[in-house]
């Protein structure tokens, strides 16, 4: 069984930069893009980034593109991302989640979530 566990997160005032890591286990991971999505109360989920594990290729959606990395290490089966210059609009609960596809952006291609991670951003 595949578990997720998020770590980093917290408050950040705007143009900062902060770092998400999500631990994945109970698999391989090959065939899998490991995500990261957000969510605001009131909104659906948002597909932030996602990441080929094997392969490496990255996936990211237009309001991140140019202010958020996506990387992973194979060899501690563990994705991470990046955020530069963040936003107040970037405040949400951001949620790693795996998924045997190749970065589709619906969270209904996701079988397994981690638990969460809050970012607030200040202005």
């Known amino acids: 069984q595949v578990q997720l566990v998020e770590s980093g997160g917290g408050l950040v005032q705007t143009g900062n930069s902060l770092s998400l890591s999500c631990a994945a286990s109970?698999?391989?991971?090959?065939?899998?893009?490991l995500a990261w999505f957000r969510h605001v109360p009131g909104k659906e989920r948002e597909f932030v980034a996602g990441?080929?594990?094997?392969?490496?290729?990255?996936g990211y959606s237009d309001s991140v593109k140019d202010r958020f990395i996506i990387s992973r290490d194979k060899a501690k089966s563990t994705i991470y991302l990046h955020m530069n210059n963040l936003k107040p609009e970037d405040t949400a609960v951001y949620y790693c989640?795996?998924?045997?596809?190749?970065?589709?952006?619906?969270?209904?291609?996701?079988?397994?979530w981690g638990q969460g991670t809050q970012i607030t951003v200040s202005s």
């Open positions: 989640a795996a998924g045997r596809n190749w970065l589709n952006r619906n969270e209904g291609w996701y079988e397994s």
């Open positions: 109970g698999g391989t991971f090959s065939g899998y893009t």
């Open positions: 990441i080929r594990f094997i392969e490496g290729q990255p």
